[in-house]
């Protein structure tokens, strides 16, 4: 009997008993809820949660913002100084790209992004495991952890500026602990979240530490890492806006940060826009791993 066996023989569910009495109604729920009745087919009529997926739905919201936008715009609604019109936006974009400096600037925060998220996910992955298959790892790991989370990580900005200076070291730190607190915090909850039968499982089938980590743990642990991705990546993109300000000779924050002295809201728009579309591609990305690899769950989102 293999591991995945006894997990399906767990998660199984019994097969509904028929009362007696023929009424069709199954033993232990109430009146009408029963598929063969007439109410049972009135509740598969009227569907609830969300319904079913609209085409293009997420793309309703950043629509209609568009269009106010670019009316408010047309109509004299909207003080150019304050914000520019999207044509204008688009045409400085353009102008950006033919000249190449919005390629440089992205490449610069694309790859202090990429790196303090590489290295806060791993920090975060491994201190989770520490923490969530070792009581005294977690009494260890936690504590430190918890009073990560409840300051601020702006609020540490100063104090890693008289640690490790303002040049790239310290943005890709700064980033780095923006992202091992949500990794740290949703796979250490998948780990203690996992079904005790199955470590009993496990442990009757005297499966080996390996086969533990791989069968039971991993799988168990990753819906809540996949999660704290999601979050992450957020959390990357937000501490990069900041540190990007700081001492910074390139990267979007210091265009924008650039533009805001000479008081050029088209660029700061630009910037603005390219932070979005990165953060949500990204995002976008883990939603869709998340999908492919948690394909054997039904949710509302299905």
């Known amino acids: 009997m293999s591991i995945e066996t006894g997990i399906r023989g767990i998660g199984a569910e019994r097969p509904a008993e028929t009362p007696p009495d023929g009424s069709g109604r199954t033993a232990g729920k109430p009146p009408g809820r029963w598929s063969g009745g007439p109410a049972g087919g009135a509740a598969r009529a009227k569907r609830l949660g969300p319904g079913d997926k609209i085409p293009f739905g997420l ?5 209609l913002l568009l269009l106010t936008w670019s009316v408010g715009a047309a109509l004299g609604w909207i003080d150019p100084r304050v914000l520019s019109a999207p044509w204008t936006v688009v045409g400085t974009a353009r102008d950006l790209i033919a000249g190449g400096e919005l390629q440089n600037h992205l490449v610069t925060s694309a790859t202090r992004a990429l790196l303090g998220l590489v290295t806060g996910v791993a920090a975060g992955l491994v201190l989770a495991v520490v923490a969530g298959l070792s009581r005294v790892g977690e009494g260890l790991v936690d504590g430190p952890m918890q009073i990560n989370r409840a300051v601020p990580n702006l609020a540490l900005l100063p104090l890693l500026i008289l640690w490790f200076g303002i040049g790239e070291q310290m943005k890709v730190i ?3 602990l923006a992202v091992v607190v949500p990794i740290y915090m949703h796979t250490h909850n998948g780990l203690r979240a996992i079904d005790k039968r199955y470590v009993e499982l496990a442990e009757t089938l005297r499966a080996g530490r390996a086969e533990f980590l791989r069968r039971v743990v991993l ?3 990753l819906p809540g890492f996949l999660l704290g991705m999601r979050f992450a990546v957020m959390s990357a993109w937000l501490s990069l806006v900041v540190v990007e300000q700081v001492n910074a000779t390139s990267g979007i924050g210091y265009m ?6 000479y008081g050029q809201t088209d660029v700061i728009i630009v910037g603005l826009v390219v932070y979005a579309a990165l953060g949500l591609l990204l995002d976008g990305t883990v939603r869709l791993v998340q999908r492919r690899a948690l394909s054997w769950r039904l949710t509302l989102d299905d």
Do not use: K, Q, R, S
């Open 59 to 63: 793309a309703i919201g950043p629509a």
């Open 174 to 176: 700064t980033i780095a």
């Open 219 to 221: 799988p168990g642990a």
């Open 256 to 261: 924008m940060t650039l533009a805001g002295t």
